[in-house]
């Protein structure tokens, strides 16, 4: 069941490529929304719209916003040439991109002989706000490095809803972002996972490729019940196609919850039951008590000999973070609460450069 409310455009309140806001009244109260043209069209002050109010009346993590639905206002939309592989399926948003596996694709030779990475190193990981920091580490240690991005479909759909991408490419710092399976609004669009890293290797010319989700993790507090669980089998597919798959763990000594203390559950259950490849583990070097309960965590869960692990010591991802114009963080926590997750991320994009480095 969806919440749906008739809504009256006031004005606008920013703009991205691919995603409007604007301030709404809705009942006489004023309200924030986003709307995405792409799915419903330009919408002007004074319009008349449909309003998904679900989110907000569930007092989810989306920011405060309502979604606008359609335009009650008489304006036909015709479609635009190019592309017919269709994201959001059987939903009244479907629609359709240009992706770059059909026949009409200017890349369409390309990507029927890609059959592997090449060695490319994969950054897989688990929460949108591990982006930042990663890019951040690598373009200060080569500011040459082809990056691309591919964000799945396990969080938010439309990539422009991401602020962090969008200002990682105005900054030169991200060089394109691809979206795969029913996420939408990349640079180029892919079908699958597979061909997505095989269109970032070898359409992009990535050095380096970033995984994962957009804004939005699901979880639910159980072992099996979280969107995250993508990274065990996107690090099988890096597997497959011939990369260096690079499991980002989630680290945390600030979350209160003891299912995400030291290793989160969530990385844990991906490396003991879900990725069955031996990929690279990048550990923080951190104080000798949390190092030692770290290890501790690894033994448990039998992860020792089931995989490369390597510590870095990558102390200046926090002072890079704290200087950034784009003020990261993480479950609502910043850089000084979540030392010890932004460390991670400095060691796994270390740890991914070092892999570049050998070829």
């Not at 269709?86 to 002989?113: C, D, G, N, W």
């Amino acid at each position: 069941m969806i919440a749906i409310k008739r809504g009256r455009i006031l004005k606008e309140l920013f703009a991205r490529p691919g995603i409007k806001g604007y301030l709404i009244s809705i009942d006489g109260e004023e309200a924030r929304s986003i709307v995405y043209p792409e799915l419903v069209g330009e919408v002007l002050p004074g319009d008349e719209v449909l309003v998904n109010t679900t989110a907000v009346e569930l007092q989810l993590g989306s920011g405060g916003y309502h979604y606008v639905v359609a335009s009650l206002q008489s304006r036909n939309r015709e479609l635009t040439p190019g592309g017919h592989i269709m994201k959001l399926r059987y939903t009244p948003m479907q629609l359709k991109v240009l992706s770059v596996e059909e026949e009409a694709s200017p890349f369409h030779q390309v990507m029927q002989e890609a059959d592997s990475l090449e060695n490319t190193p994969v950054l897989v990981s688990s929460l949108h706000s591990m982006l930042l920091p990663l890019c951040l580490q690598l373009k200060e240690k080569d500011k040459e490095l082809r990056l691309a991005y591919i964000m799945t479909d396990g969080a938010a759909l439309p990539l422009a809803f991401s602020q962090v991408v969008d200002y990682l490419k105005r900054e030169g710092l991200l060089q394109a972002a691809l979206s795969v399976g029913h996420a939408f609004g990349g640079d180029l669009e892919a079908v699958n996972i597979y061909s997505g890293l095989l269109a970032a290797r070898h359409i992009l010319q990535a050095d380096i490729i970033i995984v994962g989700m957009g804004p939005g993790i699901v979880g639910t507090g159980t072992k099996w019940g979280f969107t995250g669980i993508e990274q065990g089998e996107i690090l099988n597919a890096v597997e497959a196609l011939e990369g260096r798959p690079v499991a980002v763990p989630r680290i945390s000594f600030a979350d209160k919850r003891k299912r995400h203390q030291g290793i989160s559950h969530h990385t844990l259950t991906v490396l003991s039951r879900v990725c069955r490849v031996k990929a690279l583990v990048p550990l923080p070097l951190l104080e000798e008590e949390k190092m030692d309960f770290l290890w501790t965590q690894i033994r448990e869960a039998g992860l020792l000999d089931k995989y490369h692990f390597i510590v870095e010591n990558e102390p200046g991802i926090l002072d890079l973070l704290n200087n950034s114009s784009f003020k990261a963080s993480t479950m609502g926590r910043g850089v000084e609460e979540e030392k010890e997750f932004f460390l991670a991320l400095g060691a796994a994009a270390q740890a991914a450069l070092r892999l570049y480095q050998q070829d």
